[in-house]
């Protein structure tokens, strides 16, 4: 009986060493990761009770699936094991001018074609306060999407906050896929989480005057469209992440948050990136500790912020910090002097 | 315009370090194999001139897959390169007591939904003179049963000689299907390898008072499978592989051949295992070598199983050996002293 | 509220690579492993809940130990947090005629800081079947000792078997010593745990005829010892491991039991040492799981001493193997036949 | 019969693990590289016909050599098996204030020690294109330069373009030694390639007001260097790399071109380097690329710098990118975002 | 009989791999440092004849200790063999907002339980002419406070010149403790070498309107702090580190010192950092190179802050440069250019 | 002034990782070895006083090969430093049937290359009590065998026991040059140590009615070639190693040894092979340290044998192993188990 409930699909995730291109030797950096599992596990580490639920087979490689989530400590008592496959995503980190390359492997995998029957929602949401998905979990399949539906109904009919990131994947679904298919769990959905690009991919509603490659963020832009999704949907939050790319080593990085009321940016990170996947994830865990434990929206924001920006500086999917590290940084420190 | 040709699948294998049991740690050994591209790689490595055909995506994935072929001089170019993953599969390495284990990811491959036009065959096979395919292309899919179907008449009516590794897996088929199939398969056939067991799985051939965990292999029941194997699809040869598993450390490996006429048994090597993964297929290669430059029976069968026994000292599906090594063997060096 | 407790030491162990001797590179594997432990994770391997009692520092080095048991899904809410350092032993694997070596460096850990106001045991067997605990945990220190004592005084007033592997260790204490406290703590006792040498270097039991180094056994000398530990204990039953030393590479292992009545003897495997370290906590945790089970003492042996053979095939302390590869090996099938 | 024909040596780089110093540790990364081979292996990696000339031992390591190519489609048929060694190069990766290292090893080698016989150079050009090679391999030995001269008659004879890469090597010969070889090879080249250093160190040819360590490029120096190279030589381009070394870490990296007429200087990219080894060797195939193809001079440069530029990030000598991933660079997108 | 002598702690160091937090993996780097077996080590590397001096046990992890300063030759003569443990300190290395991470686990360290018995400092110091420790050493034990003070007295009394790096530990002593043994201390100290923060802490010596973090530095305050430790303790030299902490990645570091007479501060260098532990030790070590060298007191400076510079640019404790490789970069050539 | 002088060549040893084929993947084992450092690092292992006389390159590459020395505290004070190049062995570990491989690359080492002045042989034996060379030092080049003569010369002026061991290299030389040099050096040989094949390929000297592949071995055999090694050259003692290659991972390993009065055969033990490279010189370490501390000849003998067991259990050309190991293994624990 947890207090957080996420849903979706966790991979594995193969990547070679370092900054070498696919296959460039023969050993690859095999761990798991996914949008809503990295939540999960960020979480938990955040000291909060959390599950992830997902269907995983029942073979060796599901269930180290399984366990790598139990090492952090969160809930999986009610993954379904079933299915054929683990889906894969194939990672390789870009460095400087080169971006890192993502390839998928996840067609057929447990998830995608787990049923409705595989989830009891009223059992898996008794007592639970928060629930969160991604814009990935309706796009792996059709079933997928009704079960999204379904969790989105009972979390709603158990009283569960429901955030959503959006995460638009083009190699999943087009626009039009996505629109009409998030258009209507968003009905469900009080945080909505999004970079500018999601929200105008998936819903159309853009950010004007806004140059995300040149480095130049416009801050109109972005209350602009928070504000379209407030009103659209009915949120009670929007939160947009800011990420300007100056190079696969380094980003800044960024977010803003709207209760339809107030329009708050964050304080913005130079960073030096080790690992940049999983960053938006961390950004949501972030914001679902600060609004969970009822901090004030600004104070909310940059720890979401000042969480994921530590993320970047991680290998691996999850993000691996506590809230003290998280609240060290918020209050200035990041100097990165050693701790002795 | 390559000499020998084989068709199938070549899947990415993971494989943990040394003995470790799946994702004991982060690492995997990442690299590639599959029945038939271990026949050609051996082939190449022996200085003929083969190519391998399959179909592979047109990602990174797909092509790491052709440059580990490219890489030993196989040839290629009718490689069709299209659809959505490669396959895989996960391994284990067991030690003493302890099984090794495979975990295949295969289903969706790109050679599994490869359809017939993906492949010319009379143009791979223009000038070619031996063609090879195992028992596990046709039951990756009733389209690669079919394609099957097709390479081995246009193989028969291009004058080449075709050679076949019954090779049964129970995860892709079952008896039934594969007896089914197989049968009419092996009225193209000129040379068939097996083990007892796939030609009792596929045919329900049986070698009688055989006990291969027990360590006792008798002779005459070989002879017998080898006998109802030829009379059955009119093969020029039958061959059987001949393994003692003491453990997964230690076995004991051999041979028999058959022409009709002749009974052969080998030399018998007490193997210490270093990954034994593509011993059959190397037995194949040493086979198709042995006969394609004429050897002896006797003879070929003796390079086969010098090759194959060394094959099992090698990590990875490649047997890596040159013809000087399996010669050397051959001749009675099996002492492993040191070569300076 | 596990079924099973377990109460002890947890280490890290700092071992080089493969065969390399202490620090003949800069790289060193780096887990955590210690008799209690093992077992525990051994045995929520076979399924069952347990539930592991330690005591381990606050800071990260502690957290790596509880989370590497929650990978498990070993319990740890009993395991209280405090003190200065984790243990450490340093492991170098031998090879051939050339020993393991292990280097202990836990002097001064939490656990054997710890104190009997670290653990409120009557809320740690609630619940609870099974108690065990090894020789090591009272010779840790006179707190530890005590603590011991309390625990098996719970233990026995909440009406659990209390099982008990006395693995000397000479540099932690005398045989005196060990004798006084063992001595204590034996009364509270049901099954008794050791290898000849234990029974002699603790209680002076000798097992007559018996030469281990030199590969005889016999077992007159094992039933008598086993005779005497159940009588002057009032033992249920006693269990006694059997290992011949061919080499560090090479052992013959076996087990003998004796309920007072009966006195079996085991199938004897011949062992190909992967890693030997934790065998004998296998061999706990494949009878505790047995008798758990109410198996026939003939089978509990079996599948004791078949869990602890397959360990040896596995790096780690722990014993990564299911009932499943359990039964299979008991069944007979030690061929180490691929399984695919 | 390759369209593109390089000539040189190829060595084995050894090279510590990340920034190790020169055994550190006792590993090394143990691939091959070098100016030509760099070159063609860029080339294949474009999708162009390109093959590699050079000598090789009959022994596995040069084996190995001859097979990293083959793994990237490099032509290497008449690569010459024979000679005692594999030249060897020892490279330490800088960082920060502290610069790499490169201790070379190839006296010896099979190429340095190679004579006219061992090239059939009417054989390598029938059909052939270009020809291109660098200022090192004459510098390998007195038959070296005279295969070199032998080489760019037989080129010419054939009616290819040439091109060379001045490339000068204090280790292996004086700048009065290099300017009386290069200087009668330069009759034979089209396309000279250069950093105003090479030019300086071999010809004496000083681009004025430059300095190279301080940061700042004066443009006209280096139009008067290229202008000086084409008069003198009588080339049809003449081709500078400009690297401005802020640090082992940090470089800009930029080029201009001539071709007598037009002096065009290319955009410059800040560059955080992963490897800078081979990255003028991947410019020189970068800008034969877009000669090869008919490119406008200054997208030629364009595409040579951009595919240089995304060398600096790869590990290794070889440049392993796409002509895709290089026009998407020149396109503008260097903001490294995550391609899924 | 060596010229230099430094006395204090080395301990293992355990670092998990690259970025890794700590378990990340189950590998970490395992090697050896501490304040003075670093000075001792680079001052070797600098080519003078210097020993190190503390107590190790006589296990193999005592002699791996011993092993890695024989290895840079530095003298291990009068290292005292015996006690329990080595001290172990667990290192995470952060990168650009997060900070890298120190654990230690040294209580109970054969150093630290060492007694005066264990010293001849008579004997020790024959023939020597500098003796260095650091305010770790100390603060270990007690009688490690005691040992120290004897061993300034020794010092003195054969007329040796004493350096000491105030470096004050929280996690060891109270600034308090600190203040009241290391003004002890100072009696004997000719040359102190501090950061800012450590003179306030231990001496509660203040540098005015100076930010460590904010990147800001006041050399005024430095002056003062400098001149304040030189009047109240009789020194010869007062030196400071000046580190600016931009991120974890990127430093600015400097220096400056006063012989009570000038204040000069040095060049700063923008340092991309690679492992950062170490560097203190490794001013010391090039000021006391210098101040032995005779250099004139500018010329020390700019050595100690050029050598520590290079240290951030090499993994583990010790600094592995060369007086050249120093020299070179004082001489203005910080490019980073590939040395061939 | 060392004790025992050993003069040769030291190489980088390069290896594939575990028993992957050279260049199987992209990683190297880069450590050092040789005939005579082996000795010499076994000698000091043993704690004798021992230095290594070689000439190395200035450059790091020579470096390093002395700090591999220093670590073990051979002497190395007398290493000429000069020449351009280190020698290379290529090692592949062989298994089961398939042999370890060498492949040499040392030709223009530096110490092929050395002359007569680089060495001070009066100083080089001051106080020296016995001198140690192979049969591959004057093999090196002419100047090597010089060098070698010189050194015998001056050994016995100084009145230092001489011992050689032959190890025949037929890639260095032939049978006729080999025993014309050897013929003029063992004139001031004392031990002469060899296996039968040296002493036949070298001196035509055999040993009948022996087959050492088919592994039979006949003692009459051995004594002969030691009775007529005696004889030929007036040694005090010649000593044979015994090797039976039942495999490459599995040996029985053994030795004989001669004062022209005794002939005894050592206890014979079965090896299981982690590295078999140096176990030849760890047999002549063994033999020094025996005659060396006045052992009976039966002892020394079983003293030498013990240590060259234990060094096939070890990674690497040098023995890492103390007396105690020996002396334990000596006393007939062979057994293996754990040394905690």
């Known amino acids: 009986m947890a207090d957080i409930i996420t849903f979706g699909e966790i991979m594995l995730r193969l990547k070679p060493e370092g900054y070498l291109r696919f296959f460039q030797n023969d050993r690859m950096e095999a761990t798991f990761g996914g949008?809503?599992?990295?939540?999960?596990?960020?979480?938990?580490?955040?000291?909060?009770?959390v599950e992830f639920v997902t269907k995983l087979p029942a073979h060796e490689i599901g269930t180290a699936a399984v366990r790598c989530l139990d090492y952090f400590g969160v809930g999986t008592e009610h993954i379904a094991r079933g299915g054929q496959r683990v889906g894969i995503y194939y990672l390789e980190t870009g460095?400087?001018?080169?971006?890192?390359k993502v390839i998928y492997d996840r067609a057929g995998s447990a998830i995608a074609e787990a049923t409705?029957?595989?989830?009891?929602?009223?059992d898996i949401f008794r007592g639970a306060?928060?629930?969160?998905?991604?814009?990935?979990t309706p796009a792996l399949s059709a079933d997928a999407a009704e079960i999204c539906q379904e969790a989105c109904e009972k979390a709603k009919a158990h009283g569960l906050t429901v955030s959503c990131d959006l995460n638009f994947r083009k190699k999943l679904w087009t626009s039009e896929e996505a629109e009409k298919t998030m258009g209507r769990l968003m009905e469900y959905v009080d945080v909505c989480i999004a970079n500018e690009e999601d929200a105008e991919q998936v819903f159309g509603i853009k950010a004007e005057n806004t140059d995300v490659t040149g480095g130049k963020l416009d801050h109109r832009g972005y209350c602009s469209v928070a504000k379209q999704l407030i009103e659209r949907f009915g949120l009670s939050h929007a939160a947009i992440t800011l990420r300007t790319s100056l190079s696969a080593s380094d980003n800044q990085w960024a977010a803003m948050i709207s209760d339809g009321?107030?329009?708050?940016?964050?304080?913005?990170?130079?960073?030096r990136i080790v690992d940049r996947v999983g960053g938006g994830d961390s950004f949501s865990a972030g914001l679902i500790?600060?609004?969970r434990q009822n901090m004030e929206l600004g104070k909310a924001l940059e720890f979401a912020v000042a969480a994921s920006c530590l993320k970047h500086s991680i290998e691996g999917d999850f993000n691996r910090v506590s809230v003290e590290e998280v609240e060290r940084l918020m209050e200035g420190d990041g100097s990165g002097r050693v701790q002795r």
């Open 129 to 136: 306060k928060w629930f969160h998905f991604t814009g990935i």
């Open 95 to 100: 460095a400087s001018q080169r971006p890192s």
């Open 261 to 271: 009321t107030q329009y708050l940016f964050s304080r913005e990170y130079p960073v």
């Open 289 to 291: 500790y600060g609004l």
């Open 116 to 122: 409705g029957e595989d989830f009891d929602w009223d």
């Open 35 to 49: 949008g809503e599992a990295n939540v999960a596990v960020s979480l938990a580490n955040f000291g909060l009770d």
